[in-house]
């Protein structure tokens, strides 16, 4: 059974992360827009990041340069959101325990200050960056996906992050990355991201089943090698590397072809990599999905 959201403490909104964010706001809209009109219709972005309806009263983060409403790109305007209590109940987070509720009830331990990000690998400067620097570098934007879990049950989440492509893009790896769609999240519905959730960084990969969405992230590690992700370690023929949202392919002890939407009565057909095919199946295309699960 689902327990209420907690109300959220007080040092889970981050006070220097606003504070930066504001300034940082000031900048971009006076740079990008060149005029004082302009930075007060960034402030007014600043207050309106809107929170579920179900969600405790919180301030909003700043948002900086991009409008806290997902581009119809990133939306999925005909299917309703999850509701904020789900989002930040029903969780995998296994460091926390393996019920859904363990990660929101266990969770408040995960010290998120101090939090150091190592960038190794092939990478021109590897380094370890502070979170609290690294929210400098960019303007947040919000994107609402659906989420996949392998073990057919799905949401509907509005993010609040980053592009991937821009981190790596900074980082500057030495090989050629690309990136589709990924999302560095750093909140949910216009809020602080919730330990539960993966704070205070996460990755969000919305054609790829949950268990690619990194959570808590402490380290990025470049490599020309494909590396074996924990859930193929733990169980090589029912989790692979690509984790493609695929309805033909089940699970060796479930069917992929539906899943429980959660808030939903009843099943929702599950879509050929979770309604992204448009975007990312061409990245795909010469490989027998079969094998490459
Ligand atoms: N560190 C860590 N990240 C993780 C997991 C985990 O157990 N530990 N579970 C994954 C799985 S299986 C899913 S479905 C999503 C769930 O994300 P949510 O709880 O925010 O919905 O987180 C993913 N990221
Ligand atoms: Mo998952």
Not at 23 to 40: D, K, M, Q, S, Y
Not at 212 to 231: A, D, E, H, L, M
Request: hydrophobic share 40%; with cysteine; charged share 20%.
């Amino acid at each position: 059974m689902l327990k209420p959201a907690p109300e959220p403490p007080s040092h889970e909104i981050t006070p220097e992360l606003v504070y930066v964010r504001r300034r940082e706001l000031i900048r971009n809209g006076a740079r990008i827009l060149g005029t004082a009109a302009a930075v007060g219709a960034g402030l007014t972005w600043l207050v309106h990041a809107a929170p579920a309806p179900d969600a405790p009263e919180a301030p909003a983060i700043a948002v900086a340069t991009v409008p806290p409403v997902a581009a119809a790109e990133y939306d999925v305007p005909d299917e309703p959101r999850t509701s904020y209590q789900s989002v930040t109940t029903y969780n995998n987070f296994y460091e926390f325990g393996l019920d859904k509720d363990d990660p929101a009830r266990n969770a408040h331990t995960l010290q998120t200050r101090p939090w150091a990000i190592e960038v190794a690998g092939e990478v021109r400067q590897p380094r370890t960056i502070d979170i609290d620097d690294l929210l400098k570098w960019f303007p947040l934007e919000e994107r609402v996906y659906r989420m996949r879990c392998v073990e057919a049950w799905s949401m509907v989440i509005p993010w609040l992050g980053f592009p991937l492509g821009d981190l790596v893009k900074r980082l500057e790896p030495t090989g050629n990355a690309q990136f589709v769609l990924t999302l560095i999240a750093v909140g949910l519905y216009g809020r602080m991201l919730p330990n539960q959730n993966g704070a205070p960084l996460r990755l969000v990969v919305p054609w790829k089943y949950g268990f690619k969405g990194v959570k808590s992230i402490v380290k990025i590690n470049f490599t020309s090698t494909q590396p074996r992700n924990s859930w193929q370690i733990a169980s090589p023929h029912e989790y692979g590397f690509y984790a493609n949202v695929n309805p033909a392919v089940d699970h060796p002890r479930w069917s992929q072809a539906t899943e429980r939407r959660i808030g939903e009565l009843g099943r929702r057909k599950t879509l050929p990599f979770n309604g992204y095919a448009e975007q990312v199946a061409d990245l795909y295309a010469d490989m027998d999905l079969r094998v490459n699960f």
